[in-house]
C-alpha cells in the first residue's frame, strides 16, 4: 500500500502569484491532455456549465505554476448536451481520438453510469464531482463528491432530531440517484421506526415543468405538522418546484425542504426570498469562513469575470464546483507522486494522498476511491447563500455501498481496473 502523502496547492497559487508568466512551461513541451465532460446545454447545463469553467481555471493555475512533471495541461471540451448516451460517445472521443490522460466530468448518475463502460473498456481514468447514491465501485472513477452516509443519512438525522420530522415526501426527478438514494433513505428511516404511511416517494421526468398538482399533494401531507420534504430533483426542474412551493403558501415553517441537488450556482437563477428557512445537505459551502477559502471564491469570480463567462463577477461556489476544482489536483498530486501519467501508476498513487482544499483538508479514502469529508448543512439566506447550521466532527469516511441496503456487510467487487491479458 502506498503511503500517505500530504500535499498542498495553496503553495502552488503562492508560487502562482510569485512567479507570474514567468513559470510558464515551455511551448516546445509536448502537452497532457485532459479531457472536461460537462453538458453546456440542456436541463443540466444549470449545474454542470461551471464545473467545466473551474475545471479550466484548475488548469490556468496549474500551467502558470509549471504544469505537471514539466508539461503544459492542455484540456479538451466536449458538450455531451444533457443527452445520457451521447456521454458515452463523447468519453470515448476523448479517450480514444484525443488520448486524454483523465476525464474530469458528468453530474447525473445515468451520465455517470451510461459511460462507466468506456472507461473500464479502456481503462481510463474519471474523477466525478458529484454527490451519488452509491452502490458503485469502479476502479476507473474516482468519487469527489459525496457518498450517501456523508449527505443522504446525516441530513435524515439533522431532519429528525434538530426539526422533529416525524413524516417524510421523498421527492425526485426519474433516474438512478433520486431512486437509489431514496432506497437507502427508506431503509434508514425504517430503521428509526418511521412507519410506511409517514414516506410518500414520487418521481418526476427531467426537464418537468408543472408541479402545482405535487405541491398541492406535499401541502396536504404536511397539513397535520412534522412533515418535511427530502428532495433529490435535479437541474432546473428546481425553478418551478420552489416557485410552485411558495405560490401555495407554503414555507419552511410549514414543511421544510432538505434538497441534496441544489446548492448556491442553482439558487442563481431562482427568486430565493420565498426559500429563505429551506435546507440543503453538502460537503462544502461557500460560506466557510477560512482566508483560503476567502481566495477560492475571489479567485473564481475574478477567472469568470476574466473570462467574460455569464454571471462575471457574481457567480459563486459550491460543493460540486470545489470538487471538480480539487479534482484536478488530486490527479496532478497523483501523476507528480507517480511521476507519470500511467492510468494504473496514479490510481495506486492516489490512494490516501491527503491534501488541502478550498473548504479545508481532505483525503482520498486509502481504497475505495471514495473522499473523505465533512458534513455541512445550510439554511438558505435571502441572499443566495447558505448559514451553515450543522458541521461533522472531522472528515467522515466514505462508504461506497450503504450499510442500510447491505445489512450483512457482504458488498460486491470492484469493477474495472487494469487490463486483463
Same mark, same amino acid.
Given at each position: 500500500?502506498?503511503?500517505?502523502? @500530504?500535499? /498542498?496547492?495553496?503553495?502552488?497559487?503562492?508560487?502562482?502569484?510569485?512567479?507570474?508568466?514567468?513559470?510558464?512551461?515551455?511551448?516546445?513541451?509536448?502537452?497532457?491532455? *485532459?479531457?472536461?465532460? $460537462?453538458?453546456? /446545454?440542456?436541463?443540466?447545463?444549470?449545474?454542470?456549465?461551471?464545473?467545466?469553467?473551474?475545471?479550466?481555471?484548475?488548469?490556468?493555475?496549474?500551467? !502558470?505554476?509549471?504544469?505537471?512533471?514539466?508539461?503544459?495541461?492542455?484540456?479538451?471540451?466536449?458538450?455531451?448536451? /444533457?443527452?445520457?448516451?451521447?456521454?458515452?460517445?463523447?468519453?470515448?472521443?476523448?479517450?480514444?481520438? $484525443?488520448?486524454?490522460?483523465?476525464?474530469?466530468?458528468?453530474?447525473?448518475?445515468?451520465?455517470?453510469?451510461?459511460?462507466?463502460?468506456?472507461? #473500464?473498456?479502456?481503462?481510463?481514468?474519471?474523477?466525478?464531482?458529484?454527490?451519488?447514491?452509491?452502490?458503485?465501485?469502479?476502479?476507473?472513477?474516482?468519487?469527489?463528491?459525496?457518498?450517501?452516509?456523508?449527505?443522504?443519512?446525516?441530513?435524515? #438525522?439533522?431532519?429528525?432530531?434538530?426539526?422533529?420530522?416525524? @413524516?417524510?415526501?421523498?421527492?425526485?426527478?426519474?433516474?438512478?440517484?433520486?431512486?437509489?438514494?431514496? @432506497?437507502?433513505?427508506?431503509?434508514?428511516?425504517?430503521?428509526?421506526?418511521?412507519?410506511?404511511?409517514?414516506? *410518500?416517494?414520487?418521481?418526476?421526468?427531467? $426537464?418537468?415543468?408543472?408541479?402545482?398538482? *405535487?405541491?398541492?399533494?406535499?401541502? @396536504?401531507?404536511?397539513?397535520?405538522?412534522?412533515?418535511?420534504?427530502? /428532495?433529490?430533483?435535479?437541474?432546473?426542474?428546481?425553478?418551478?418546484?420552489?416557485?410552485?412551493?411558495?405560490?401555495? %403558501?407554503?414555507?419552511?415553517?410549514?414543511?421544510?425542504?432538505?434538497?441534496?441537488?441544489?446548492?448556491?450556482?442553482?439558487?442563481?437563477?431562482?427568486?430565493?426570498?420565498?426559500?429563505? %428557512?429551506?435546507?440543503?445537505?453538502?460537503?462544502? =459551502?461557500?460560506?466557510?469562513?477560512?482566508?483560503?477559502?476567502?481566495?477560492?471564491?475571489?479567485?473564481?469570480?475574478?477567472?469568470?469575470?476574466?473570462?467574460?463567462?455569464?454571471?462575471?463577477?457574481?457567480?459563486?461556489?459550491?460543493?460540486?464546483? #470545489?470538487?471538480?476544482?480539487?479534482?484536478?489536483?488530486?490527479?496532478?498530486?497523483?501523476?507528480?507522486?507517480?511521476?507519470?501519467?500511467?492510468?494504473? !501508476?496514479?490510481?495506486?498513487?492516489?490512494?490516501?494522498?491527503?491534501?488541502?482544499?478550498?473548504?479545508?483538508?481532505?483525503?482520498?479514502?486509502?481504497?475505495?476511491?471514495?473522499?473523505?469529508?465533512?458534513? =455541512?448543512?445550510?439554511?438558505?439566506?435571502?441572499?443566495?447563500?447558505?448559514? *451553515?447550521?450543522?458541521?461533522?466532527?472531522?472528515?467522515?469516511?466514505?462508504?461506497?455501498?450503504?450499510?442500510?441496503?447491505?445489512?450483512?456487510?457482504?458488498?460486491?467487487?470492484?469493477?474495472?481496473?487494469?487490463?486483463?491479458?
Amino acid at each position: 500500500m502506498n503511503p500517505i502523502v @500530504k500535499t /498542498s496547492w495553496r503553495a502552488a497559487l503562492g508560487a502562482t502569484l510569485v512567479a507570474g508568466a514567468m513559470a510558464l512551461p515551455s511551448r516546445a513541451e509536448e502537452p497532457v491532455k *485532459i479531457g472536461v465532460l $460537462h453538458s453546456l /446545454s440542456g436541463t443540466m447545463a444549470i449545474s454542470e456549465t461551471s464545473l467545466r469553467d473551474v475545471v479550466l481555471m484548475a488548469v490556468e493555475e496549474i500551467n !502558470a505554476a509549471g504544469g505537471v512533471l514539466g508539461k503544459p495541461v492542455e484540456a479538451v471540451v466536449v458538450d455531451p448536451a /444533457s443527452d445520457w448516451p451521447l456521454f458515452a460517445e463523447k468519453a470515448k472521443e476523448l479517450i480514444v481520438n $484525443h488520448k486524454v490522460a483523465a476525464t474530469f466530468g458528468c453530474w447525473t448518475s445515468v451520465s455517470r453510469k451510461s459511460c462507466l463502460p468506456v472507461f #473500464e473498456e479502456y481503462n481510463a481514468l474519471l474523477f466525478y464531482p458529484v454527490q451519488y447514491e452509491g452502490e458503485e465501485q469502479s476502479l476507473n472513477v474516482f468519487y469527489t463528491g459525496a457518498s450517501p452516509n456523508q449527505q443522504l443519512i446525516p441530513a435524515a #438525522e439533522y431532519m429528525m432530531e434538530e426539526i422533529g420530522s416525524k @413524516k417524510f415526501y421523498l421527492l425526485g426527478t426519474d433516474y438512478v440517484f433520486p431512486r437509489t438514494a431514496n @432506497k437507502v433513505l427508506k431503509a434508514f428511516l425504517k430503521s428509526k421506526g418511521v412507519p410506511d404511511e409517514n414516506i *410518500i416517494e414520487e418521481y418526476t421526468p427531467f $426537464h418537468h415543468q408543472d408541479y402545482q398538482t *405535487i405541491v398541492a399533494n406535499i401541502k @396536504k401531507f404536511a397539513a397535520g405538522g412534522d412533515a418535511c420534504v427530502m /428532495s433529490t430533483i435535479n437541474g432546473d426542474s428546481n425553478v418551478p418546484f420552489y416557485k410552485e412551493f411558495a405560490n401555495q %403558501g407554503l414555507t419552511s415553517e410549514d414543511c421544510p425542504i432538505m434538497a441534496f441537488s441544489v446548492a448556491e450556482d442553482e439558487l442563481r437563477a431562482m427568486d430565493v426570498p420565498p426559500l429563505v %428557512g429551506h435546507l440543503a445537505a453538502w460537503n462544502y =459551502f461557500q460560506s466557510i469562513d477560512t482566508p483560503e477559502n476567502a481566495k477560492f471564491v475571489a479567485d473564481f469570480k475574478a477567472y469568470c469575470e476574466k473570462n467574460n463567462l455569464p454571471g462575471g463577477a457574481d457567480r459563486v461556489t459550491d460543493d460540486p464546483i #470545489e470538487a471538480a476544482y480539487f479534482g484536478v489536483y488530486v490527479w496532478k498530486a497523483a501523476a507528480e507522486k507517480a511521476g507519470s501519467f500511467d492510468v494504473d !501508476a496514479v490510481r495506486a498513487a492516489a490512494y490516501g494522498l491527503e491534501f488541502d482544499a478550498p473548504g479545508g483538508a481532505k483525503k482520498m479514502h486509502v481504497s475505495n476511491q471514495h473522499t473523505h469529508k465533512p458534513v =455541512f448543512i445550510g439554511e438558505i439566506l435571502a441572499d443566495g447563500q447558505f448559514k *451553515i447550521v450543522y458541521a461533522s466532527d472531522g472528515l467522515v469516511e466514505p462508504d461506497s455501498y450503504s450499510r442500510f441496503l447491505h445489512p450483512d456487510g457482504n458488498f460486491p467487487p470492484p469493477t474495472g481496473g487494469p487490463k486483463k491479458l
